[in-house]
């Protein structure tokens, strides 16, 4: 199985400020796809950002945008202009594009939004 | 559009009782259906997918099963409950086409064992 690694168990962060939550992978496959999810209180896992290994763009949505690093295995997640609904835990998540049935997720960033 | 729907959404079981948590999706055929449980605290397991009815890959060895016995229907059952199956379940399904097609979730079940 793959490992994703979520160093960061908490993270903080003011109303209105940028944050960056890391996430790292091990993998030997060339291509894969990479995914950030967030669980609000209401445990709903909700996609926020995916990311295609071929693809040297960073993705961008919205105030959600990642730092794709293929070379070091990570896929930060930046998210600007915080929002108190910003508030939940972020997990992020691995699947091979090559045997891609499983997904592989971290152990989760919980993050707190400080108004 | 597609929907997925998860129940119970709170359950509470002695330990040594059987289990049954059922999984359905809705405007999508043949899509690639999974279980996962997060521990309090903790990421998410992989417990089972299917790629098809009938067909069920394990990721972890326990006492729970799968079942597929729709195309989009998906069941997790068990015997005989343990103190170590309580926590979250959460169903989820993925479109068979699309290489970047994420997980969609259902809202989850919370198992409580004991």
């Known amino acids: 199985a793959q490992t994703v690694t979520q160093s960061q168990p908490e993270m903080s962060v003011q109303e209105a400020e940028t944050v960056t939550l890391s996430c790292t992978y091990d993998?030997?496959?060339?291509?894969?796809?990479l995914f950030w999810y967030k669980q609000p209180p209401s445990r709903q896992m909700i996609l926020v950002i995916r990311q295609e290994a071929y693809k040297q763009q960073n993705a961008t949505e919205n105030r959600f945008s990642v730092n794709f690093q293929k070379a070091a295995k990570s896929f930060s997640l930046k998210i600007s202009d915080s929002q108190l609904g910003d508030a939940a835990m972020y997990f992020c998540?691995?699947?091979?594009?090559?045997?891609?049935?499983?997904?592989?997720f971290g152990t989760g960033t919980s993050l707190t939004v400080i108004p | 559009s597609q929907t997925i729907h998860q129940w119970p959404a709170t359950l509470v079981q002695p330990v040594g009782s059987p289990l049954s948590l059922e999984c359905t999706v809705e405007?999508?055929?043949?899509?690639?259906l999974y279980w996962y449980r997060q521990a309090a605290g903790r990421g998410l397991q992989l417990l089972f997918y299917?790629?098809?009815?009938?067909?069920i890959s394990s990721e972890v060895p326990q006492n729970l099963s799968a079942s597929r016995p729709q195309d989009r229907q998906f069941i997790l059952s068990s015997k005989k409950l343990l103190l170590s199956d309580s926590g979250f379940y959460l169903c989820a399904w993925r479109g068979q086409s699309g290489d970047n097609s994420p997980l969609h979730f259902g809202n989850g079940t919370r198992l409580t064992v004991t």
């Open positions: 993998t030997s496959e060339s291509d894969y796809y």
């Open positions: 405007g999508t055929s043949n899509p690639n």
């Open positions: 299917s790629v098809g009815i009938g067909q």
């Open positions: 998540a691995y699947r091979s594009a090559f045997m891609g049935n499983q997904f592989y």
